[in-house]
């Protein structure tokens, strides 16, 4: 049964850092990509990065270029989201999705992906 989820999230001021991770289960090593999406509130949900099991290829949206860093540990089946520099708009519900045989790319945070998290809660105050 594959399967993904994230650890929780949390407040944090303006300028701080909070790290998310990913567990995945149910796939092998190198067979899936993970994206990291998030929903503001009153606003769509929007993929923001994303990752490939199989050769790491990343991808980073404008908005977090630079501030996030997303990485993967294939020996525990998780992917990370160091988040830097957050901003009050980065307030969201933050999800993890994997999809079976993805491989990151600019249109991988377009695709109808295979496994949803519950979503975690990110604020961050001013």
């Known amino acids: 049964l594959r399967s993904a989820g994230e650890s929780e999230g949390g407040l944090v001021q303006a300028g701080g850092s909070l790290k998310l991770s990913c567990a995945v289960s149910g796939f092998s090593y190198d067979d899936y990509g993970i994206g990291w999406f998030h929903q503001a509130p009153g606003k769509e949900r929007e993929g923001i990065s994303c990752?490939?099991?199989?050769?790491?290829?990343?991808y980073y949206v404008d908005s977090v270029k630079g501030r996030f860093t997303i990485t993967s540990d294939n020996a525990k089946s998780t992917v990370y989201l160091q988040m830097n520099s957050l901003e009050p708009e980065d307030t969201a519900v933050y999800y993890c999705?994997?999809?079976?045989?993805?491989?990151?790319?600019?249109?991988?945070?377009?695709?109808?992906?295979?496994?949803w998290g519950k979503g975690t809660q990110v604020t961050v105050s001013s």
């Open positions: 990752i490939s099991s199989s050769d790491g290829t990343t």
């Open positions: 999705a994997a999809l079976y045989i993805g491989k990151c790319s600019s249109d991988f945070l377009y695709y109808d992906m295979d496994y």
